[in-house]
């Protein structure tokens, strides 16, 4: 069974700061996904990850894979308020056809 | 392009009663569409796979004959929670993507249903 876990799960940081968020999963994947979620809000799509060593970048958000070490990313550089929210991070298996979630991350950017 | 409707937004409905939500790909044919369910603070939860023209695949732990699927339309499922109890009180998402799109840009999500059972 394809299990997906974030790391941190929470995370509060001022304003200004970086830090990176984990997206570790257990078996074999061929695409990763990160979304983010406002409270009381559906998800909006962020980076799509389609092969090992893929990096994107939007703003202050930056996402990479590592599919060898079933690994993704999502860097935050220079924090502020209005990226706080909840990352998920997705992971699509071509076997089920099917999306499984990470944990979720909630990040409080503090001003 | 890939635009995702769900209907409706909000619902608090009668213990016993049975709600619908419906979720329509608005300019691309979906031949399947998830559904999700999210509890408060927590991650989403697929329910289920929605085919059109033939059942749906529920994942394990999920009761199908609570939560009926129907997906008679290549741009419309629903999702009907029969004889609801306030534990079946919860954000419902539901997701769809034409092959192309999904590629690139992922599934998209619909806005959400809150429903709450009182």
């Known amino acids: 069974e394809l299990k997906v876990e974030q790391n941190p799960l929470f995370l509060s940081m001022q304003e200004g700061k970086n830090y990176t968020i984990y997206c570790n999963y257990s078996t074999t994947s061929d695409r990763l996904y990160w979304y983010r979620q406002d409270p009381g809000k559906s998800l909006e799509s962020l980076f799509v990850l389609l092969s090992n060593g893929a990096v994107k970048q939007e703003g202050r958000l930056m996402a990479s894979l590592d599919t060898k070490a079933r690994l993704s990313t999502l860097h935050i550089t220079a924090a502020v308020h209005d990226l706080s929210a909840t990352y998920f991070c997705a992971v699509y298996t071509s076997g089920t056809y099917k999306y499984i979630f990470g944990t979720g991350t909630r990040l409080k950017v503090l001003a | 392009g890939a635009v995702v409707s769900q209907h409706p937004s909000r619902v608090i409905c009668k213990s016993g009663t049975s709600v619908k939500i419906e979720c329509r790909s608005l300019?691309?044919?979906?031949?399947?569409m998830f559904w999700y369910r999210q509890f408060p603070k927590k991650s989403l939860m697929l329910m289920a796979t929605s085919n059109e023209g033939s059942k749906a695949t529920y994942e394990q732990g999920v009761e199908k004959d609570k939560f009926l699927i129907n997906h008679a339309s290549l741009t419309l499922s629903t999702l009907t929670v029969t004889s609801a109890h306030p534990e079946d009180s919860s954000f419902y998402i539901c997701?769809?993507?034409?092959?192309?799109?999904?590629?690139?840009?992922?599934?998209?999500f619909g806005s959400g249903t809150r429903l709450t059972v009182v």
């Open positions: 997701s769809a993507s034409s092959s192309q799109a999904q590629a690139n840009y992922g599934y998209t």
């Open positions: 300019d691309f044919q979906a031949t399947t």
